[in-house]
């Protein structure tokens, strides 16, 4: 895989790891340490029919706000891993989890891809920092009934 920050902790997360939730996958992420920065990092992770990770990949690496994120780059390592469904992930190193218009539509834009493709889109998390004024340090498309 391409991602190597944190590469011990994040084999740990993986050995028989089933992301049963949008917090296994904020764990995962917070292992990565991708929360700490300061270019927003897009990543596909990547599951098995048991929703096991089977492992991660970068898609792109933005800017401080944002980052172009096409389907064709999600979905083409996915096919040659042999994914069943993936997650989509990234940070906002705003430490604001909250997604913006930008977040929703590319969303939309990569499960329509998906259904033509064949991979499922479980969920998209965004990764920000804690705060005392939010009870999470991240969101959960699907838990926000945005996917």
């Known amino acids: 895989w391409e991602y190597s920050l944190n590469r011990r902790k994040v084999l740990e997360i993986q050995e028989g790891e089933k992301a049963k939730c949008p917090e296994d ?45 096409h389907a064709r780059e999600v979905y083409r390592t996915a096919i040659l891993q042999g994914a069943s469904k993936i997650v989509l992930a990234h940070n906002h190193p705003s430490g604001d989890p909250t997604p913006s218009a930008q977040d929703i539509d590319c969303t939309r834009d990569l499960v329509a891809a998906s259904k ?10 965004i990764l920000g920092l804690p705060s005392p004024t939010r009870s999470r340090d991240y969101i959960s498309f699907r838990e926000e009934n945005l996917l």
Do not use: C, P, S
């Open 25 to 69: 996958i904020a764990r995962f992420l917070r292992a990565l340490g991708i929360q700490n920065e300061e270019q927003e990092r897009f990543l596909t992770i990547v599951l098995d029919v048991k929703n096991n990770i089977k492992g991660f990949f970068t898609v792109t690496v933005g800017l401080i706000d944002r980052a172009q994120v």
């Open 116 to 125: 033509i493709i064949g991979i499922e889109v479980m969920d998209h998390v």
